[in-house]
């Protein structure tokens, strides 16, 4: 197991990120609905488990121009990185052989044209690559480790109840493939390097509020086209993921000048 670099930083972001768990669970009901519902919809499961699928394959073409960049500036990073992307390329068939399970074909699954919270967060991730480098990415993968790791064994253990364990058997493998490699400190490491002084952290700080933003929307917005008694207002995709994330991170900067 890796030893973390720069651990007062890391308990920081990660009471942070616990934080974000407690409150996307009251700002988005449909997280609460796939952990504890005693009966969990199939067809609100399918189209979260289509996105996760998504986001996987999305994340191959953002993560290899973070590589790329890594190689002009910092070839031990580029290893890393690309150690780690290596493991996490194909995990989307992972989930993709959930969802074969429960009657959903391949062709399906690949057709879908993801939800418009994923095209932001798709979005927001080549802007910070362009303008400025992969920290921006990097804390994506880390905001997504974390979390994945502190509440996906309990809605996976939800779903199954509900749906049967064929429907999270994918699930569960890259879930417990990500924590026997301990996949959130290599992220954490490699992060590190582009972290070297509090303005840095900050920065860190910033983007992590925003991914808070944005997934919090994508729940919000996968409860608009499957369950919508689980949406909390009205309001579109976009104006939740932007208001939500300049609220949240004006508090997070707030809080790290105190």
């Given at each position: 197991m890796s030893q973390a670099v720069n651990p007062e930083f890391r308990t920081k972001v990660d009471a942070l990120l616990d934080s974000m768990i407690e409150s996307v669970y009251k700002a988005a009901p449909a997280a609460r609905y796939l952990a504890s519902s005693n009966q969990v919809d199939l067809t609100m499961f399918k189209r979260h488990t289509v996105e996760t699928i998504l986001r996987i394959r999305l994340a191959r073409v953002a993560d290899s121009k973070a590589l790329c960049l890594f190689t002009k500036t910092d070839p031990v990073a580029a290893h890393k990185w690309a150690k780690y992307t290596e493991e996490e390329m194909l995990h989307?068939?992972?989930?993709?052989?959930?969802?074969?399970n429960i009657g959903m074909t391949e062709e399906e699954v690949y057709g879908t044209d993801p939800l418009l919270a994923t095209k932001l967060l798709q979005g927001y991730l080549y802007y910070t690559l362009?303008?400025?480098?992969?920290r921006g990415l990097i804390t994506k993968s880390y905001f997504v480790e974390y979390t994945t790791r502190k509440t996906q064994g309990s809605w996976n253990e939800n779903i199954k109840r509900s749906l049967g364990d064929k429907a999270v058997r994918g699930a569960e493998a890259h879930l417990n493939y990500d924590v026997n490699e301990d996949h959130?400190?290599?992220?954490?490491?490699?992060?590190?390097?582009?972290?070297?002084?509090?303005?840095?952290?900050?920065?860190?700080?910033?983007?992590?509020?925003v991914y808070f933003g944005l997934f919090s929307a994508y729940l919000n917005e996968l409860a608009s086209k499957t369950k919508s008694d689980?949406?909390?207002?009205?309001?579109?995709?976009a104006t939740t993921a932007v208001l939500t994330a300049q609220d949240v991170a004006q508090k997070a900067s707030a809080a790290a000048k105190a």
């Open positions: 989307d068939r992972l989930f993709l052989k959930d969802l074969t362009e303008h400025e480098g992969p959130s400190t290599d992220v954490w490491n490699v992060l590190m390097t582009m972290v070297n002084g509090k303005q840095d952290e900050e920065r860190v700080l910033y983007h992590l509020n689980l949406l909390p207002n009205t309001q579109n995709v």
